[in-house]
């Protein structure tokens, strides 16, 4: 059986088996167009997250990952089923306890909670990530549409009236909090206006994270270099697969 599919609290989880396990597992927290359903993911669907899977499921890795919600934008209630995704597989399956992460755009803010929360992270891997809602917020201001499109996301991710949503926000610092005991890597894919303006924010973060002594590299890529992500991350996963 390559992968099975089960329910947490109503959503669709999936989890996929390597040809010969190593003991290590993965948890994936998806950007907007991530979605799992009964027989289908869109990690499944994609051509090049096909690929990431498939490479790693070659060099033994357990990979897991779960629906949550759709659009949650790293809401309490996704990071809580993320937490019940993790126990479930703990549960289920011969696995280190300390697992990797790989989160994409929104999924970053998940995972930005789950290491406050002290869930055990052995590294993590963020492409293209969301850092802050509040700087994703005054970013779309200049998008009228998407502007508006967020904003609705968000009051029902949350669950507060669209009114209110800037200004749930507005007062979250820009500076994400990482933690000093867990490796992290920055796939940023250098791709539109938007992809150019994130890398100016990333170089400035990197400045402060560097005096900090954070254990955060950052790797710029353009959108042709896309199939060396599933290389660089194996080779990220297991310079910290060393100390079980």
Not at 1 to 23: A, C, E, S, V
Not at 66 to 85: E, F, M, P, R, T
Not at 163 to 185: L, N, T, Y
Request: glycine share 8%; with cysteine; hydrophobic share 40%.
């Amino acid at each position: 059986m390559d992968y099975r599919n089960f329910k947490l609290d109503t959503q669709w989880n999936m989890i996929h088996y390597p040809y010969k396990p190593n003991g290590f597992g993965i948890l994936i927290l998806g950007d907007e167009r991530h979605f799992v359903e009964e027989k289908n993911s869109f990690w499944m669907q994609n051509e090049g997250k096909r690929m990431l899977l498939e490479n790693w499921r070659q060099c033994g890795y357990t990979i897991f990952y779960s629906n949550l919600y759709g659009l949650n934008w790293g809401s309490d209630k996704a990071v809580d089923l993320a937490k019940g995704l993790l126990a479930h597989v703990k549960r289920n399956e011969i696995l280190n306890g300390k697992i990797h992460v790989v989160a994409e755009g929104m999924g970053a803010l998940t995972a930005l909670k789950l290491i406050s929360s002290g869930m055990d992270i052995r590294s993590l891997l963020l492409i293209n990530p969301i850092l802050s809602l509040g700087q994703h917020l005054q970013q779309e201001k200049e998008h009228k549409f998407f502007y508006k499109k967020l904003i609705k996301e968000l009051s029902l991710s949350y669950q507060v009236d669209r009114g209110q949503v800037e200004a749930m926000f507005e007062d979250q610092g820009s500076m994400p909090e990482f933690s000093k005991d867990i490796p992290v890597r920055i796939i940023h894919i250098l791709a539109g206006s938007r992809g150019y303006r994130q890398s100016k924010l990333l170089n400035e973060y990197s400045i402060i994270w560097e005096k900090e002594k954070l254990p955060i590299s950052v790797c710029y890529m353009v959108p042709e270099k896309k199939p060396h992500i599933g290389p660089l991350a194996i080779q990220f996963f297991r310079k910290h697969e060393q100390i079980l």
